[in-house]
């Protein structure tokens, strides 16, 4: 049985790093897809948000963050970007990954401790 987890990003304020980010992790496939884009509009106009978000899977319970990190590994930007991910088993990781494309994962907790 896979695992089935859901991730956020930060507000990314450097559009170019949100398109590659956005662009790494649009895997569209059984394990990785990004949702839409998320809007808001100041009546006027409407803009999008840069911060991406979706579902994200593995085979191994609490194991969803790979998946992310084998996306995002050696992806290059110009700032740090991090990740938020909740698993399927109520684990919650934080994955942060710097300019460079190193990353860095560290375990948050289980939503049951909270």
Do not use: H
């Not at 839409?36 to 803009?47: I, K, Q, R, Y």
């Not at 319970?61 to 740090?80: D, P, Q, S, Y």
């Not at 990740?83 to 990954?97: E, H, P, Q, R, W």
């Not at 710097?98 to 948050?108: F, Q, T, V």
């Amino acid at each position: 049985m896979s695992e089935r987890g859901s991730f956020t990003t930060q507000y990314i304020y450097n559009i170019e790093d949100y398109k590659t980010v956005r662009k790494a992790l649009d895997g569209d496939d059984r394990f990785l897809c990004v949702s839409p884009p998320a809007t808001w509009s100041n009546g006027e106009m409407t803009f999008e948000m840069p911060i991406v978000s979706g579902k994200v899977g593995e085979m191994a319970e609490g194991m969803e963050w790979t998946t992310i990190e084998e996306a995002l590994r050696g992806v290059k930007t110009n700032e740090k970007v991090s990740i938020v991910i909740i698993c399927d088993s109520g684990s919650i990781f934080l994955l942060a990954k710097k300019p460079n494309g190193n990353i860095r994962i560290k375990y948050l907790g289980d939503i049951d401790d909270a």
